[in-house]
């Protein structure tokens, strides 16, 4: 298990296209590893504001709680598990994190998102 986000060493390979599993990371989006990993990784999310990630079939509202002010000034992102997943793994750039389809200011969030930190140049895939 990685110490800084509890993951197994074997979700890993799947993460990186320099492994001999690149055919599983281009062709795994509805998968059971990107469904259950999605979820770990969006669940173990902590923003230093609120946030709430929709994805394709359920909602995760992360970071410190509201106190009662209203959901006007949360910050939403609208994405999906596979994407969800390569993003929180370090596959995506701070500019590609920041052009996702945001509700509100990410500013404060971008530096967040990621486990490994975000990728220095942008990565297409």
């Known amino acids: 298990m990685d110490s800084r986000c509890g993951l197994p060493c074997s979700m890993s390979p799947l993460t990186s296209t320099t492994s001999g599993a690149r055919s599983v990371n281009l062709g795994a989006r509805h998968t059971v590893v990107v469904r259950v990993g999605a979820e ?25 709680a509201r106190d009662g002010e209203g959901e006007g000034e949360i910050v939403v992102l609208t994405t999906d598990r596979f994407e969800a997943f390569r993003w929180r793994m ?15 200011d990410p500013t404060p969030i971008l530096d967040h998102l990621v486990v490994f930190g975000p990728a220095p140049t942008d990565i297409y895939e």
């Open 90 to 104: 370090g596959r995506r750039s701070r500019a590609q994190l920041a052009n996702l389809q945001w509700t509100g």
């Open 40 to 64: 770990r990784l969006l669940t173990w999310l902590q923003p230093p504001i609120p946030l709430r990630v929709v994805v394709e079939d359920a909602e995760y509202r992360v970071g410190p």
